[in-house]
């Protein structure tokens, strides 16, 4: 990931604080031969959790499409990426592990082209494609990655299914982002009827930045509303253990949240989900949220405005 040494010790103590079996880390830089993410291994190893097995993929975030993608007449800014980003590899996402990964077994659809998912819901001005037809004949579905990863655990492989979904604003009254939000989230909605391919029946996990809370603030919550009231899904629906009061201003409980903008951001949301197959059995749940004066508060409000999300799962 990107930041200066205190964050990294920040975000290295919280994730050992955790001491998950597996988790997935958003906003992490990608190399070919993951130095980067290895020295982060490093570092939480340091702060006392050790992960045996590293993985990433290159994301689709700042890679060049030599097409202008946001309309504005120019080539080769970040917006004309294949999601927004400085340079190639910019902000991607990693899975760490205690138990092997099968490297050989994992399915990428990052390269998924958005025109030829079924459905899907492409931008349109006054009856034409936005913001042209050469930028959407190349325009991937995932701003970042959409990866199904088998995890060999020691009664046999869970299947990890992950994204980071694209921020549903910033953008026009085409609604581009918005309409690309929702069809990231609504590919795992047709990859679990078999739309790309036999997909797991049982034992996996839906894990991600989804960007968008399932009632509040701009976007199109209909496929995340779906994924959650999917019946091969569970919702542990995790929250934080400190008592958090209600906000007047929100009809949502922000014990929930798993992320706060600050002003004049929206303030707090959630939209980080861990969503386990219905057949596996959830122990327990969390959003790690220390208050004020308690332990680690200090670390995880430097390490990320996302907050840790944990379930820990039994097979029934």
Same mark, same amino acid.
Do not use: C
């Given at each position: 990931?990107?930041?200066?040494?205190?964050?990294? *010790? &920040?975000?290295?103590?919280?994730?050992?604080?955790?001491?998950?079996?597996?988790?997935?880390?958003?906003?992490?830089?990608? *190399?070919?031969?993951?130095?980067?993410?290895?020295?982060?291994?490093?570092?939480?190893?340091?702060?006392?959790?050790?992960?045996?097995?590293?993985?990433?993929?290159?994301?689709?975030?700042?890679?060049?499409?030599?097409? *202008?993608?946001? /309309?504005?007449?120019?080539?080769? +800014?970040?917006?004309?990426?294949?999601?927004?980003?400085?340079?190639?590899?910019?902000?991607?996402?990693?899975?760490?592990?205690?138990?092997?990964?099968?490297?050989?077994?994992?399915?990428?659809?990052?390269?998924?082209?958005?025109?030829?998912?079924?459905?899907?819901?492409?931008?349109?001005?006054?009856?034409?494609?936005?913001?042209?037809?050469?930028?959407?004949?190349?325009?991937?579905?995932?701003?970042? /990655?959409?990866?199904?990863?088998?995890?060999?655990?020691?009664?046999?492989?869970?299947?990890?299914?992950?994204?980071?979904?694209?921020?549903?604003?910033?953008?026009?009254?085409? *609604?581009?982002?918005?309409?690309?939000?929702?069809?990231?989230?609504?590919?795992?909605?047709?990859?679990?009827?078999?739309?790309?391919?036999?997909?797991?029946?049982?034992?996996?996990?839906?894990?991600?930045?989804?960007?968008? &809370?399932?009632?509040?603030?701009?976007?199109?919550?209909?496929?995340?509303?779906?994924?959650?009231?999917?019946?091969?899904?569970?919702?542990?629906?995790?929250?934080?253990?400190?008592?958090?009061?209600?906000?007047?201003?929100?009809?949502?409980?922000?014990?929930?949240?798993?992320?706060?903008?600050?002003?004049?951001?929206?303030?707090?949301?959630?939209?980080?989900?861990?969503?386990?197959?219905?057949?596996?059995?959830?122990?327990?749940?969390?959003?790690?949220?220390?208050?004020?004066? +308690?332990?680690?508060?200090?670390?995880? +409000?430097? &390490?990320?405005?996302?907050?840790?999300?944990?379930?820990?799962?039994?097979?029934?």
């Amino acid at each position: 990931m990107r930041g200066d040494d205190a964050q990294i *010790d &920040a975000v290295a103590a919280v994730i050992a604080a955790a001491s998950p079996d597996v988790i997935v880390l958003q906003g992490v830089d990608y *190399d070919l031969e993951l130095h980067a993410l290895g020295a982060l291994r490093d570092r939480i190893a340091e702060a006392g959790a050790d992960f045996g097995h590293i993985f990433a993929l290159r994301p689709n975030r700042g890679m060049p499409t030599g097409q *202008d993608m946001d /309309g504005n007449g120019r080539l080769g +800014e970040p917006a004309d990426r294949q999601a927004y980003g400085a340079f190639s590899g910019q902000g991607g996402m990693a899975i760490l592990s205690r138990y092997p990964i099968d490297a050989a077994g994992v399915r990428d659809f990052s390269a998924l082209l958005w025109k030829d998912m079924p459905g899907a819901d492409l931008p349109v001005v006054d009856g034409a494609p936005f913001p042209n037809a050469p930028a959407l004949a190349v325009q991937r579905l995932s701003s970042v /990655g959409h990866w199904v990863v088998p995890v060999i655990l020691p009664d046999g492989p869970l299947h990890l299914l992950t994204f980071h979904a694209s921020t549903p604003v910033f953008d026009g009254p085409e *609604d581009r982002n918005g309409r690309r939000n929702h069809d990231e989230l609504r590919f795992w909605s047709l990859y679990l009827d078999g739309a790309f391919g036999t997909a797991p029946a049982s034992r996996f996990v839906l894990a991600g930045a989804a960007n968008l &809370a399932p009632d509040e603030g701009e976007g199109r919550h209909g496929a995340l509303r779906a994924l959650l009231a999917d019946a091969r899904l569970q919702d542990p629906r995790p929250r934080r253990s400190a008592p958090v009061p209600r906000d007047p201003a929100r009809a949502a409980d922000p014990a929930f949240d798993t992320v706060h903008w600050p002003a004049p951001g929206p303030g707090g949301r959630r939209v980080d989900y861990i969503l386990p197959s219905a057949d596996l059995g959830v122990l327990a749940s969390g959003v790690l949220w220390p208050a004020p004066g +308690e332990t680690l508060h200090a670390k995880v +409000e430097a &390490a990320s405005r996302h907050r840790l999300v944990w379930v820990d799962l039994a097979r029934r």
